[in-house]
């Protein structure tokens, strides 16, 4: 029950070092958040089970196709046409 939880446990520990870090005014404090943030992230995406990493894959596509949607930026390109 308890490796269920460990990647959960890890989420929580890295999102929790990245409120430390935009809050500490020490470069060195800065630094340790960033190192824990990066070590808690990395070791809970490799114990997770395979289907968390496909919804996030899923949810990254989806995530980059909806910004590229609404972007006020984004320039609509036609197709290319030949001409002969």
Same mark, same amino acid.
């Given at each position: 029950?308890?490796? *269920?939880? %460990?990647?959960?446990?890890?989420? $929580?520990? *890295?999102?929790? !070092? ?6 500490? !005014?020490? &470069? /060195? ?11 808690? %992230?990395?070791?809970?995406? *490799?114990?997770?089970?395979? !289907?968390?990493? /496909?919804?996030?894959? $899923? %949810? ?5 196709? %909806?910004?590229? /949607? ?7 390109? &036609?197709?290319?046409? $030949?001409?002969?």
């Amino acid at each position: 029950m308890m490796l *269920a939880l %460990l990647p959960l446990f890890l989420l $929580i520990a *890295a999102l929790g !070092s990245v409120i430390f870090y935009q809050r500490a !005014s020490n &470069e /060195l404090s800065r630094v340790l958040a960033v190192g824990m943030g990066a070590v808690c %992230l990395i070791w809970g995406f *490799a114990i997770a089970h395979w !289907s968390i990493h /496909l919804l996030c894959l $899923i %949810l990254l596509l989806q995530y980059k196709k %909806l910004l590229v /949607l609404f972007s006020p930026n984004s320039v609509r390109v &036609e197709p290319l046409k $030949i001409q002969k």
